[in-house]
């Protein structure tokens, strides 16, 4: 049933001449029918090039919106409108501009799980990928991060030369994980190296043996010679690990370590949407995704 209709999904692909775009969350059976699967950086980068008229983002609502903001004359779609991040709506505009107003001499870093309307008062966006390399190279001393608390910490230890302001928003799913949790997942697995991201707590980064992107984690992992490792991100991420390391074992640092906003994209809803049957368009006013896409820019200029 599901080759069926992943078959079925990669032939409507074609007809349609449309692209499916999957974040690495995505369960194993909707990154087999994608064109492309990778962390929000990697995504974002491809979105400018894409030969397809359609876009299809299996993910959630900030990475289709970054894709229609980067090909406006594309039509896209995000395969399940409930799919939000809620980090993303932690900070509206009007509070990021009081706080501006406190730090008139501070560089507005935001990370991309932000809405467009709020990007259109950063100065530049970041991934997990490229945060520590663009906080380096931009030129202002003074950077303002938002919304992750916890991203924004692990940044400020590797960019010691720069001041940072950080406010307390962050990801419900990573910050939950605990120093106990480690202590746990590390007792039970005495010889295993742990590899996590970004978004979680000091405590549970300091404990690490990797601290990456999605996709850096993924790499770290495949390239190691170690045979075990404690996977402290979205537990998709242990999923496809064992697929493509099956001579190797992963453990999730926490059963809970689960987003359910990216997991409510399902084979059925791509299928859906592709029918034009489910989804939902992207429609950016032309005004703000003009004062939006240039964080994005900014981003992929001193990202690389
Ligand atoms: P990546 O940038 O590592 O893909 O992370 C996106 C995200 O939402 C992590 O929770
Ligand atoms: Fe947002 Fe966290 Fe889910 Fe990533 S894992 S999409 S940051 S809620």
Not at 74 to 89: D, I, R
Request: with cysteine; charged share 25%.
């Amino acid at each position: 049933m599901i080759k069926d209709l992943q078959q079925e999904i990669l032939r409507l692909k074609k007809e349609k001449d449309a692209c499916i775009l999957a974040h690495s969350y995505m369960s194993e059976d909707v990154c087999e029918v994608a064109d492309f699967v990778g962390d929000s950086y990697a995504l974002s980068v491809k979105a400018k090039s894409v030969p397809q008229k359609t876009v299809l983002m299996c993910g959630v609502r900030f990475m289709a919106e970054t894709v229609k903001m980067l090909s406006p004359q594309k039509t896209v779609y995000l395969v399940n409108p409930q799919a939000g991040c809620p980090m993303a709506e932690q900070f509206d505009k009007e509070v990021i501009s009081e706080v501006k107003k406190m730090y008139p001499d501070y560089a507005v870093v935001a990370y991309i799980n932000t809405t467009t309307e709020l990007k259109t008062i950063a100065d530049v966006c970041v991934t997990s990928a490229s945060a520590v390399k663009i906080c380096r190279a931009i030129p202002q001393k003074n950077i303002l991060f938002i919304p992750d608390i916890n991203l924004g910490a692990y940044v400020k230890g590797q960019v010691p030369e720069k001041n940072f302001k950080l406010l307390s928003g962050g990801c419900p799913t990573h910050a939950k994980i605990e120093k106990s949790d480690v202590a746990a997942a590390k007792k039970a697995h005495p010889n295993a190296l742990l590899l996590v991201h970004p978004e979680c707590r000091p405590e549970v980064t300091e404990a690490a043996d990797f601290i990456g992107s999605t996709t850096g984690i993924m790499d770290f992992a495949i390239k190691s010679d170690k045979k075990e490792f404690i996977i402290g991100t979205e537990n998709s991420i242990v999923q496809h690990l064992q697929f493509k390391c099956p001579e190797k074992n992963f453990f999730p640092l926490s059963k809970d370590l689960v987003c359910h906003n990216m997991k409510i994209t399902t084979l059925p809803d791509v299928f859906n949407c592709l029918l034009g049957r489910g989804g939902e368009e992207i429609i950016l006013d032309e005004e703000t995704r003009v004062k939006a896409v240039k964080s994005i820019e900014k981003m992929i200029e001193y990202g690389g």
